[in-house]
Structures are given as structure tokens and as C-alpha cells.
């Protein structure tokens, strides 16, 4: 199976594909053999496994770990990763480590060849795992009832940072917790998480507060993922509805919406130098917006609902500007053997049968009806 010059984004299938989109040459291909697939090979997670981003590691339903090589166009490592209960919430590498985090909260760092591997509790109902890009060593963890808590794997016995709850509502009553994203600000200890009911927090370390320094609402239906923008100043949110918008970090306002979405945000991830934003989810699309002027510059159908995506951090395209484009229906490979196969029929002109057919029949109808006898006036 040939390989795209370069694929701009990778996305996981709940069906258990993995495809790249060349959004320069408008296609697509999937990396796994469809006949062979079933609901375990369902995929969770994605990250890259080297600066280079030459390696796509998967994390599927049933605890398997794949390496894709995007150089070999193939998957060249199989890593059994299974431990605690549910599906992974998170994937990560350090090292030539592969971290892994399941729902019921076992969060473990797998070493090849290591007589034992590195396990924390991070809670259970756990909803998102995610490393720091820059301090590799760092981890953050949250999920229903189970508020932030930043991890230093190197020290992981505590947690380096607990979240604290926000006081009770003015009814006196507990405020619930459900974390469904979170992300580190570049260049801060900060983080930003995004939760069920519409909130978005932001946490800082660094102060003796440990509940939010910052707290903004989206919308009213549950946040289910975001991203940073590349300057740090704002973060890309979006919900169960499809609904996306941009919320400034620093005041909590919202600058602008980005619209398009049909179904329920799974995944959304800035680029890290280019002013876009992908994003995908339960509509089958994945599309990619300009965080300048909001506009829509990809639209591609991927027949497959979407859990997960990886953005290329590479600056360099093949093009030096995007431009707005409508919807593409990308080439997939599933289809071109079905279509190749098909012969082309050459039809007459639809519109000159029904003409012909309608004139006949009122020439018909004028011929059979009796005309009518006159009366006789009163």
C-alpha cells in the first residue's frame, strides 16, 4: 500500500482504521485491512512516537498498542499493554517507554525489557490522560468525580498537584466534577481543562489556590474535547452538539465560533506554529479551520465515525496558503477496486422520453374523450 508524500492528518476510526489525509492532494488512505477488522480494534488513542512524527502509535479497544511506520507505510510493532478495566484514556511515550492509562484509572509506563513496569492509581472514572509536551516526565489525569491531578513520573507516588473543588452553590450543595479534556499552556505550568457541564478551568500550580484561577461557560451542552492555540493565549473547545468556539485564556470571553460540525466533538488539536485548528467526531468529517478568519479550509468525509486525530506539527506544506475549498470527497482505497470494476452506460436523453411519452398520452386522451353535446338553453 503506497503512501501520500505527506499526510497533514491521521485519524483513528471507531471501526479500527487508520487514515491519513493528504489535504494538498485531496486523499486518503486507510492503513488496515477492512475484511480483518472487528469492535476491539476500535480506536481510543494516537500520538506520535518520535519528534520526527515518523511513528503513529494506536491504542485500540482491546489493549493493544500498534506502531504504524509512515515511512514503510505499514505497522511494524504489536504491544500488548492490557491492565485495569475499560478503555484507554490516554497514550503517551517517554523514553522508548509507552505510557498507557485505562478508565478504571491504572495508569502504567511500559519499559521493553524492564522486570516491572511503573503503575499509579490515578482514580477511578477516568476520562482523559494527556502528557505535557514539553516536561515529557509530566502527565495530567482527570474524569467523572475525579478532579485534575498533574503526575511527575519520575516521583509518581503523589500527585505533584491536586485540584481543589470549587466551594458550594449557592443552594449550599456540592459542585459535581466531570473532566472530560485537559491541555498544558506552552511555556506556563498552567493547565486547561474542559468538563461535562460546560466549563472551562483554568489551574495554576505555581499559586497556593488550587481551584481555578480562571472559569468560563460554553454553550450549554457537555465540552467533550480542546486544544491550545499556538500563541498560548486562547483554547478551541468543542461539545456533544458540535459546537466549536475559541475562548480567550486571559479575560474567559469568547472571540468567535467556528461552525460547521454536524455531531459530537471527539478530538480537536491545534497546530502548533500555523493558525488552524483540526477537528472531527460522531458526523464522520474531519475539517480543518483557520483560527485567523474562521473560515473552513477542509471539509473531508471519511466514512467511518471518529474518535481521535494527529496534526503534523510540520510548517512546511505543499502549499504555501490554504485556501477555502468545498466539500471534498476524498479517494479511499476501499473503494477504488468496487468503482474500477464498474463499466460506464451510455443513457439518451432522459428529458426526450418523458416529453415523447407525455405527448403521446395527451394525443391519446384528446382522441378517447367524447365531446360534449350542447344544451339547449332554458
Not at 478508565?103 to 511503573?118: D, P
Not at 478551541?236 to 455531531?263: E, F, P, Q, T, Y
Request: a neutral charge.
Amino acid at each position: 500500500m503506497a503512501a501520500p508524500a505527506c499526510n497533514h492528518v491521521w485519524v483513528g476510526t471507531e471501526t479500527g482504521i487508520l487514515k491519513g489525509i493528504n489535504l494538498v492532494k485531496k486523499e486518503a488512505i486507510n492503513y488496515m485491512e477492512v475484511s480483518s477488522l472487528d469492535r476491539g480494534q476500535e480506536v481510543n488513542v494516537m500520538c506520535f512516537g518520535d519528534s520526527h512524527e515518523s511513528e503513529v502509535l494506536v491504542g485500540s479497544r482491546d489493549g493493544v498498542v500498534k506502531v504504524f511506520n509512515s515511512e514503510k507505510s505499514k505497522f511494524t510493532e504489536f504491544h500488548e499493554c492490557r491492565g485495569g478495566e475499560g478503555a484507554f484514556k490516554g497514550l503517551g511515550v517517554l523514553d522508548n517507554a509507552i505510557i498507557t492509562c485505562v478508565e478504571s484509572g491504572l495508569m502504567k509506563v511500559w519499559r521493553e525489557g524492564a522486570s516491572e513496569n511503573l503503575e499509579v492509581q490515578v482514580g477511578p472514572g477516568v476520562a482523559k490522560m494527556r502528557q505535557c509536551d514539553v516536561q515529557r516526565n509530566k502527565v495530567g489525569t482527570g474524569g467523572k468525580e475525579n478532579d485534575l491531578k498533574v503526575w511527575d513520573l519520575e516521583r509518581a507516588e503523589e500527585p505533584i498537584f491536586r485540584a481543589k473543588n470549587l466551594r458550594n452553590d449557592w443552594l449550599d450543595l456540592r459542585v459535581p466534577v466531570w473532566i472530560r479534556d485537559l491541555d498544558f499552556i506552552p511555556e506556563t505550568d498552567k493547565i486547561v481543562t474542559c468538563t461535562s457541564y460546560h466549563q472551562v478551568r483554568v489551574y495554576d500550580p505555581n499559586t497556593p489556590q488550587r481551584r481555578p484561577v480562571l472559569e468560563a461557560l460554553f454553550g450549554e451542552d457537555p465540552l467533550t474535547a480542546l486544544s491550545i492555540t499556538p500563541d498560548g493565549r486562547s483554547v478551541v473547545v468543542g461539545n456533544s452538539h458540535g459546537n466549536m468556539g475559541v475562548i480567550d485564556l486571559r479575560k474567559g470571553k469568547l472571540l468567535c465560533a467556528l461552525k460547521g460540525s454536524a455531531g459530537s466533538v471527539r478530538s480537536i488539536q491545534c497546530h502548533k506554529s500555523m493558525p488552524v485548528v483540526a477537528s472531527c467526531g460522531l458526523d464522520r468529517f474531519m475539517r480543518l479551520h483557520s483560527l485567523n478568519d474562521k473560515k473552513l479550509l477542509h471539509k473531508v468525509y471519511l466514512k467511518s465515525r471518529l474518535n481521535c486525530l494527529l496534526l503534523t506539527s510540520h510548517d512546511k506544506w505543499e502549499e504555501e496558503e490554504l485556501t477555502p475549498l468545498p466539500t471534498q470527497d476524498v479517494k479511499d482505497e476501499e473503494d477504488d477496486e468496487v468503482w474500477g470494476n464498474l463499466e460506464t452506460v451510455m443513457e439518451k436523453n432522459s428529458s426526450e422520453k418523458q416529453g415523447g411519452k407525455r405527448e403521446s398520452a395527451l394525443e391519446n386522451t384528446s382522441a378517447n374523450t367524447p365531446k360534449k353535446k350542447k344544451r339547449k338553453g332554458v
